[in-house]
């Protein structure tokens, strides 16, 4: 049950009341009681021995009954108080309060307490019930003596309905003060706790607001006492949290932009391994979202035991893990995952999976492995040659003169194979080096390709290639010159290279979309299915042996492609195996 603080103060101030007037009424009650009997009695015992003193002895022993009727109606209506005469049989002589006709009827009063002790010569007092006069009275009664022998007893008896009068007077005055006393506390009470809950309420209604999180309202601090320190308290605690709450609002909107523009997947899991949150990477790495996966337990969301044996390394080891795992499905892909333990009380209430993709980090390895292998084995095999044909000369085959300008050609002829792979490696590592700037300005494709054809004049004559420049005479491209003959000349080169005898080849161009596509058509041999898609890297040749022997490098079409793509263009290839092919290339306008 709730009291309010207004019932607790007037109870309190009524209580306190209670309490001092109970003490205030017992001890008045029992004291005045007590006092005003004591006044009583004394001046009844006082009265007595007057009385007892009036009573002529003789009249007393001879039982003057009428003398003594007189005596005692006369000293009663002076006392006012009832005055009986007893001998010492305990027979009632006289009564002021009895007629004389009455008096035989009255029976012995030998047994009465007061009379009792008076008998025995002392004064005897008694208060009790008058079944005479149906009231209580007080009785006091005194030994007549005669020489020492008691001779009669005279008592006294006043009733004591003044007495609990008084009491009743002083009773009344009590209860009436209490009653005022209780309707004060009560309004004093009301007023002073109104005066302070007051306040406190509106400062309830107002902290209520602070803990919704709206801190616009101030608690008004009027008052200089307590109250208004507290509400001073009070507003500066808003304020405070406020710009705390505003603080960790910036900060979590910071974290959360960096989790959500993360590259890294990120996943927070709980002891119990439950999801709480995931990053939009790793929605797009293991194809779920974040509703469903958020409070699942991991396995449960994302199915990979992989990852789960490492959550469960780092809780059992309460140490950062890290591992390299590879996911197959929904693609191939390598990652790189390292696990650290959230402490929360020095014990790992969770864990943070940073998950980073190293697919491509791990391609370029491996290409420029591959790359160094390649580039060692290209020079290996002229280098081996031209060591060969040189030992043999020094050995004695300078003085063949049949077989020594043969091979002196030989070596002239790898001589050169290694320079146009040297070449080739140099423009393509300067193509690949980020620094390269093209030197771009109209000109006109066709008569470029005009001249680059002239060069290849006698290759074409030797297998007999009929050749056809079908570019329009309009046709201008802006473009680096240089590098885009670079371009003719491979593809060129390929065309004849991979061609039959009595072959042909077409150049001739088409309208594309924002730019202008090339297409260098040749009836040679073609190209495979399986190895169009890897036509463009670099040493891939279809046939090693052929293409070595023919002095090709496999770096050619690999040129092609970087040049045509610092153009912002692209490049292509169409071909079936036996029916030629036909290489293309788009420039944007
Ligand atoms: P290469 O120095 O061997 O010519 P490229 O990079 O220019 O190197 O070409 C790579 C390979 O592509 C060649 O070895 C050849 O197998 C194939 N190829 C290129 N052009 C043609 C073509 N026009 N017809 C048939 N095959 C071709």
């Not at 007051?198 to 307590?226: C, H, L, T, Y």
């Not at 995931?278 to 194809?287: G, R, S, T, V, W």
């Not at 779920?288 to 449960?300: A, D, H, I």
């Not at 000349?489 to 042909?504: H, P, Q, T, Y």
Request: glycine share 6%.
């Amino acid at each position: 049950m709730k009291i309010s603080f207004r019932l607790k103060l007037i109870f309190s101030y009524i209580f306190v009341i209670l309490v001092s007037f109970g003490f205030i009424a017992f001890f008045l009650d029992n004291n005045l009681e007590k006092n005003s009997l004591q006044n009583i009695q004394s001046s009844l015992v006082t009265q007595a021995h007057l009385i007892e003193n009036q009573i002529p002895l003789e009249y007393l022993k001879q039982e003057d009954i009428p003398y003594l009727e007189s005596l005692v109606k006369a000293l009663s209506a002076r006392t006012r108080s009832r005055i009986t005469i007893i001998n010492n049989k305990g027979t009632v002589l006289a009564d002021s309060d009895k007629s004389q006709a009455e008096i035989p009827q009255m029976e012995t009063h030998l047994y009465r307490a007061e009379i009792k002790a008076a008998l025995t010569g002392a004064i005897g007092i008694e208060s009790r019930y008058s079944s005479t006069l149906k009231m209580d009275m007080l009785y006091v009664a005194l030994p007549v003596t005669d020489r020492n022998e008691v001779v009669g007893v005279v008592r006294l008896a006043l009733p004591l309905e003044s007495v609990q009068k008084t009491l009743f007077a002083t009773r009344r005055v009590v209860l009436i003060g209490l009653i005022l006393a209780v309707v004060l506390a009560f309004i004093l009470g009301s007023i002073v706790a109104g005066r302070t809950i007051g306040p406190i309420n509106r400062m309830i209604q107002v902290a209520r607001k602070f803990s919704e999180g709206e801190f616009s309202r101030k608690i008004n601090q009027a008052s200089k006492d307590e109250i208004g320190e507290l509400a001073a308290t009070l507003n500066k605690m808003a304020a405070d949290i406020e710009d705390k709450i505003r603080e960790i609002k910036s900060q979590n909107q910071k974290l959360s932009a960096i989790f959500n523009s993360m590259i890294e997947g990120i996943i927070v899991v709980d002891r119990s391994s439950c999801i709480i949150s995931i990053n939009p990477a790793i929605e797009k790495i293991f194809l779920v979202s974040k509703k469903e996966t958020e409070g699942k337990v991991f396995l449960e969301a994302i199915r990979n035991n992989d990852i789960f044996d490492i959550i469960n390394r780092v809780f059992s080891e309460r140490k950062p893990q890290s591992a390299e795992i590879s996911l197959i499905l929904p693609v191939q892909r390598i990652f790189e995952v390292n696990a650290t333990p959230i402490f929360d009380n020095n014990s790992a209430s969770g864990c943070l999976i940073v998950i980073h993709d190293i697919t491509e980090m791990r391609r370029l390895e491996t290409v420029r492995s591959d790359f160094v292998a390649n580039v060692s084995h290209e020079l290996k095999t002229p280098l081996t040659s031209i060591k060969g044909f040189v030992e043999t000369l020094l050995e004695g085959a300078l003085e063949d003169k049949e077989n020594n300008l043969n091979f002196l050609k030989i070596i002239q002829d790898h001589a050169e194979r290694l320079n146009g792979l040297v070449d080739d490696l140099l423009s393509l590592s300067h193509l690949e080096s980020k620094e390269i700037t093209l030197n771009k300005k109209s000109f006109n494709l066709r008569q470029q390709l005009e001249g680059v054809i002239s060069g290849f004049k006698s290759q074409l004559k030797k297998k007999n290639i009929e050749i056809k420049n079908e570019l329009p005479d309009s046709i201008s491209v802006v473009a680096d010159k240089e590098r885009l003959e670079h371009v003719f000349i491979n593809l060129l080169d390929n065309a004849i290279k991979f061609n039959k005898e009595r072959g042909a080849i077409r150049i001739y161009s088409q309208e594309e979309d924002g730019g202008i596509k090339v297409i260098v058509d040749d009836s040679g041999i073609g190209i495979p299915e399986k190895d169009i898609s890897r036509i463009f890297e670099r040493f891939y040749r279809v046939d090693k042996a052929r293409s070595r022997e023919l002095g090709g490098t496999g770096l050619g079409l690999s040129i092609v492609k970087h040049i045509v793509e610092l153009h912002g263009g692209s490049v292509g290839v169409e071909s079936a195996e036996g029916f030629g092919s036909k290489f293309w290339f788009i420039l944007p306008k």
